[in-house]
Structures are given as structure tokens and as C-alpha cells.
């Protein structure tokens, strides 16, 4: 894993552009981490998979409600932030 301070990474940023098009660059700011830096095809696959993602959940929430499966708004909330969904 590329780590670096982001002083490291103001002082080096042409540096830092080409780490991070061979893979993620970690930026920390006292000690504490603060930006993940990658390559823009990366993010870009990362968006649209995750848009993927939300519309296979719509569409199952679609499904699920046309068969009547429907749950309590509490229930719902519990397996949300349970993350029993996923």
C-alpha cells in the first residue's frame, strides 16, 4: 500500500498523479487518513459498478413489492444497519 503525509503529497503531487495510476495512494493529515488518490479509469469502474449495484436493488425491491413482500419500516431500519441486506 502507497502511504504518504499530505504535505509528501503537496510537494510531490506529479509524482503522486503517476503512483497512483499503478494503484491507490493513501493520503494522510496528522496521522489520520484523509484521501484515498486513483487512477480516473479506476473511479470510474468503482461508479459504475456501484450504480449496478443500486439498480439490481431497485429492481429487487420492485419484485419484492409486486409479490407483496413488504416488511415493517422499523424491521427495515434494524436489517439496514445491520447491513443484513447485502
Known amino acids: 500500500m502507497n502511504l504518504m503525509t499530505a ?7 506529479g509524482e503522486v498523479l503517476l503512483k497512483a495510476q499503478r494503484e491507490p495512494v493513501h493520503i494522510s493529515k496528522h496521522g489520520k487518513p484523509v484521501a484515498v488518490l486513483v487512477a480516473a479509469e479506476d473511479y470510474v469502474s468503482s461508479e459504475e459498478l456501484k450504480l449496478e449495484l443500486l439498480q439490481l436493488r431497485a429492481e429487487r425491491a420492485k419484485e419484492q413489492i409486486a409479490a407483496g413482500e413488504t416488511i415493517d419500516g422499523g424491521e427495515f431500519f434494524d436489517q439496514l444497519l445491520q447491513g443484513s441486506d447485502d
Open 7 to 13: 504535505n509528501e503529497a503537496k510537494a510531490r503531487f
